[in-house]
């Protein structure tokens, strides 16, 4: 792993949300997360790390200054409300390093940008520091955010007790050179009509992105699970065009660790209720919060620190 100079102590933003920006020096490069849920005090807390989607570069650099679009609002509510901090590390220029050669990730000197050990660095600060509970430590990701996520549960240096990617899956890469350790509790949120991170998959330019039935399937086996289970949800708003059926893997090493939430009709945008005033979009479901029901999956778990 690449070397750390460690955290500037400053900060170098603060707001009224209860949000901080801190920089944290990463391969000789100031990169900076958003922190919510700062002014918590009484010891160690649980923490989510939220793992952004795709950003333009020149959104990027604009949004340095608090990275509220970095986060996301309803999970930090959701996760606030349970007493969590909310981590939401920032890609260097927008865009996480997903695939050797996918994306120009690579810094001046010509060392390949290692977004895995900025965002496990920024764990390790918030449990130096007995801001977090290292029993207690999340992941989410959305759309590009979950494909890294899958990756950083790869990683035999994951200290994750369990996850909720949304709108993304695993890329082949990933799963063929899964280390992973520990089997992180896992709830996916996916969408059957997403044509941006297709449900079943797709191939760029130097890799494939899995399908979603083929990455829980790899989650499942990795839980020792041997059945299924599934429901319907209440169809709270009719007039989305999508249903959501909770899909259960039965038989694993823990009850419940692998989920579906699989979004019948949805596409690539986050389930959640239709705001006052907002004007309806397409494929995005409103018979669950993804948030709430993130929280609520993670909230449950806890990973041995032995």
Known sequence: MSRIAYLFVF????????????????????RIYRLAGADMVGGARPLVVHIHGFRKRDQAIADRGSL????????????????FLVASPAALWGQWNLAPGLRNTTLPDGRSVDDA????????????TR???????????????????????CHPDSPFAAAVPVIGTMTERDRDA???????????IAG????????????????????????LDFWRRIHSCTGQEAEMLE??????????????????????TVRLLRVEGGGHAVPRALRDGETRRK??????????VAVNFLARFKRPTE
């Not at 679009?69 to 007493?83: D, T």
């Open 235 to 256: 169809d709270l708003d009719p007039d989305d065009g999508s249903r959501v059926r909770e899909i259960n893997w039965t038989g694993c090493i823990a009850p419940r």
């Open 117 to 128: 050990g900025f965002i496990f660095a920024v764990v390790r600060e918030l449990i130096q």
């Open 11 to 30: 900060l170098i933003s603060f707001s009224a949300d209860d949000s901080e920006v801190v920089p944290l020096l990463w391969q000789d490069h100031q």
């Open 192 to 215: 059957t009509n997403d044509r941006v991170l297709p449900w079943d998959g797709w191939i760029f330019r130097v890799g494939r992105e899995i399908s979603v039935p083929e990455t």
């Open 68 to 83: 509220e679009r970095v986060g996301w609002s309803a999970l930090e509510q959701h996760a606030l409300g349970q007493e």
């Open 178 to 188: 899964c280390r992973a350790l520990y089997p992180a509790p896992l709830m996916v």
């Open 283 to 292: 494929g995005r479901n409103s018979d669950i919060d993804a948030a709430e």
């Open 131 to 153: 801001r977090a509970d290292p029993a207690r430590i999340y992941l989410t990701g959305i759309s590009d955010g979950a494909i890294m996520s899958y990756g950083l549960l």
